[in-house]
Nanobody, 124 residues
Framework: QVQLVESGGGLVQAGGSLTLSCVASARTKSNYAMGWFRQAPGKEREFVAAIGWSAGRTNYADSVKGRFTISRDNAKNTVFLQMNSLKPEDTAVYYC?????????????????WGQGTQITVSS
């Protein structure tokens, strides 16, 4: 069982930056694909970004492309989401997820483990 713990959420003004971190609680296989999803109030959970186990492949939602960067440090069992030029519409609970797939999945059902989420609020 993999436990994921997110951190780094908070309140930020529009145009600002935040970096989220997600740490796996136990030594895991480094070949998990990792992803970030978000869920705003009254909306469905949506894909934000994902990274393959080797960090050689990444995927981003169109809404965050060019503003967000996903990265990982397998030695520290940690994945990061650097978020720049934040907008009020980025306000949501952000979830970290791990997938045992060998590709870089975009869909929530392809992920096997989930964190509890961290709140990001972007004020205008």
């Amino acid at each position: 069982q993999v436990q994921l713990v997110e951190s780094g959420g908070g309140l930020v003004q529009a145009g600002g930056s935040l970096t989220l971190s997600c740490v796996a609680s136990a030594r895991t296989k480094s070949n998990y694909a990792m992803g970030w999803f978000r869920q705003a109030p009254g909306k469905e959970r949506e894909f934000v970004a994902a990274i393959g186990w080797s960090a050689g492949r990444t995927n981003y939602a169109d809404s965050v492309k060019g503003r967000f960067t996903i990265s990982r440090d397998n030695a520290k069992n940690t994945v990061f989401l650097q978020m720049n030029s934040l907008k009020p519409e980025d306000t949501a609970v952000y979830y970290c997820a791990a997938s045992e797939t060998v590709w870089v999945p975009l869909l929530a059902y392809e992920y096997d483990y989930w964190g509890q989420g961290t709140q990001i609020t972007v004020s205008s």
